[in-house]
């Protein structure tokens, strides 16, 4: 029962992040909202709703599993609210966005979806009808070592993925 009541309070707690960060306008130059540990720019908000312990020390794979897996749980108790409230997600393939494929190396992929492609494979995404944006949730890492993140990004319709 203590485990579920520490679910509950983390969903409500990022739920508040994501609530709050869907409300603010988009910024004109890269910055922190003061929120969630994230960062924010012309057309997108990112938040890190949670993250595991670091692996310099030990990254053995039932620690680095047990890890992953905490993530994942919490990851699936938010979209299982988000999901009551906009419909199933759609599931975005990140590959796609790191470029590789693109013949013009100046052509990048928009924010907040070149970072995410660089430390997620996928993001689940839904699109609120009545707020011109997109949300998606995606448990990233950007190295080895480093811990995993449970992220929240925003971005303008306009940028949707598909």
Known sequence: MANQHRSTDFT???????????????????????????WSGPGYHVAVLRES??????????IVEAAEKELEADLDAL????????GVPTTVDLW????????????????PLGFLSNVAGSMQMWQPSSCGR?????IG???????????????????LPV
């Open 79 to 86: 979209a299982a609210v988000l999901t009551a409230r906009w």
């Open 134 to 138: 997109w949300l998606a949730l995606a």
């Open 141 to 159: 890492q950007a190295d080895r070592e480093l811990p995993f993140e449970l992220l929240a990004a925003i971005g303008e319709a306009s940028s």
């Open 12 to 38: 409500e707690a990022q739920l508040s992040i994501i609530d709050e960060l869907s409300a603010l306008p988009f910024p004109e130059q890269e910055g922190r909202p003061g929120t969630g540990g994230g």
């Open 53 to 62: 312990q670091d692996f310099w020390d030990d990254r053995c794979e039932e």
């Open 96 to 111: 796609p966005y790191l470029g590789f494929d693109n013949p013009d190396p100046e052509i990048m992929a928009p924010e």
